[in-house]
């Protein structure tokens, strides 16, 4: 899935502005599914304009510039709908806190509590974030991802709640041996 299929998804369910898509993909329910960064997001729909996916409007703002308002088309939808047929691809996983915990063993007691807590927090932060969309959400689908991310989510918190101290335990035990940690 790209930023062109993420605008697409955004449309179908509404007309949106530019600065609407853009915090909805990057801050709001849309995050979660791709890497869209503001410099991508005005390019895609330029290019789903130009290809008839997506129509764009200008709306007058009383003491400001006028903003453009985008929606979908029929070929829009019916390309949508055609992107998601395709199987997805893998999800993508990415953690600097778990860099973090694989060295634990080269890296003192406290270093190690910082990263647990920090990603405790963060943990929670984006649970948070999905209740607020659950508590939001109009449509059956979204409350079913909106679940399956929060029991994701909930796994990974009470994991690293349960196991926090054999991580802390493992801090500093390659340096305090004087012993080089052989990479995997």
């Not at 895609?44 to 007058?60: K, P």
């Amino acid at each position: 899935m790209n930023v062109r299929t993420l605008c697409l998804a955004i449309l179908y369910f509404g007309d949106s502005t530019g600065y609407e898509i853009k915090k909805l993909s990057m801050e709001g329910k849309y995050s979660h599914f791709v890497d869209a960064s503001f410099g991508s997001i005005y390019p895609a729909l330029a290019r789903l304009e130009s290809e008839g996916m997506v129509t764009c409007r200008e709306e007058t703002q009383p003491g400001k510039p006028p903003r453009k308002v985008y929606s979908i088309t029929d070929n829009g939808r019916s390309a949508f709908v055609d992107s998601l047929v395709e199987p997805p691809a893998p999800d993508v996983f990415r953690s600097e806190f778990l860099l973090i915990a694989m060295c634990a063993e080269i890296l003192p007691p406290p270093v190690i509590m910082q990263a647990i807590d920090t990603r405790l927090l963060q943990l929670q932060a984006e649970i948070d974030h999905l209740n607020q969309v659950a508590g939001e959400a109009r449509h059956e689908g979204t409350r079913w991802a909106v679940n399956y991310g929060l029991k994701c989510l909930g796994t990974s918190l009470d994991h690293l709640q349960t196991h926090r101290d054999a991580l802390i335990a493992l801090a500093g035990s390659a340096v305090a041996a004087d012993a080089p940690v052989a990479a995997e």
